[in-house]
């Protein structure tokens, strides 16, 4: 339990990280020149739709890059015990489709969390090939 707590900490500080994402994966989002080239200075040429639209797919992807960094910290930290291996190569963008497409598949489960969601999806997709 104490393990889960910890890393929904580590997802939830790695999400607001992630927020200017690998939109389209020039640079490595994480670095000074990634910022530069994909997070905008000003949405005054937006309207207030536009801005509400950006800000949603924003905070989706952000939330989705961040759970998938607080697993790669935890795969660092924690190898025995992690059980989702996410492979090198993967996108923040390429994980909210599968989630997305997973919400349309069920929405029978619409109402759980989506941490536990994620966890499942990313679960079924990536498991850590050397775990049970």
Same mark, same amino acid.
């Given at each position: 339990m104490k393990l889960t707590t910890i890393t929904l900490a580590l997802v939830a500080g790695a999400a607001l990280t992630a927020l200017c994402g $690998? $939109? !389209?994966g020039e640079e490595d989002p994480m670095t000074g020149n990634g910022w530069v080239q994909n997070c905008p200075r000003s949405t005054a040429q937006l309207t207030p739709k536009e801005i509400d639209a950006f @800000? !949603?797919? %924003? @905070?989706c992807a952000a939330y989705v890059r961040g759970f998938a960094e607080? =697993?790669? =910290?935890?795969? %660092?930290?924690e190898r025995d015990t992690v059980r989702i291996c996410i492979p090198v190569g993967v996108t923040g963008f390429q994980l909210l489709d599968m989630a997305l497409n997973y919400l349309q598949a069920h929405p029978e489960q619409r109402h759980e969390a989506m941490g536990n969601i994620l966890a499942n999806v990313l679960f079924d997709a990536f498991p850590c090939k050397n775990k049970n």
């Open positions: $690998a $939109a !389209r @800000v !949603r797919q %924003a @905070v607080g =697993l790669k =910290l935890w795969e %660092a930290t």
